[in-house]
């Protein structure tokens, strides 16, 4: 989920649907981002994404007052401030706004779950909008961006995160990211977070 405001004081918010490939982000000089990376097993109540692969959903903003307020799954909530976040997740949660999927939760922690694998594929992808494999993908690749970005060589970083190698991390960071290791943000003072 991410919000965004514009220099004239405009605020948007959107859920961002799953990837397993870069997608270009347009920002403009003057915008502000923040936002909130859920759990593949937490979804906006409302929110299929598997709908929303690879594209956006633009959630309706109004302001009220001083205070702009977004609607999700029926639910009107104030746009959180970044130094919000934590207490905005409790808040949606609280709220009923988001949904917890335990199966996925319990299969994504490595445990057996009492379903056919074709039950567990078709509802993960539902609610995920991705394979299994997928998301150990993208899990993988932010572990090895994290100790990247910690300044830890391509190589350790490589064999911590569970890659066979220096360049299967190389080919699978080209295609979830975009970017060859060494040209990621963060690896020379920037970060994504």
Known sequence: MVFSENPDGAVNAQVIGPSVRPRPMTVRAGDLSWG????????????VKSDIID???DLLTEIVGERWWFTLGGVRLPVPRHDELDAAV????DAGALELDPT??????GTEVDLSDRTVRRQFAQTTGLRRGQVAQIRRARRAFALLQQGMSPAEAAAAAGYADQAHMT?????LTGSTPGALPGRDGFSMS
């Open 55 to 57: 594209g956006d959903l």
């Open 36 to 47: 909130v990376d859920f759990e593949p097993h937490v979804v906006g109540r409302g929110v």
């Open 90 to 93: 409790e808040h949606m949660a």
């Open 104 to 109: 996925v939760r319990t299969v994504l922690d």
């Open 171 to 175: 080919r699978q960071l080209r295609i």
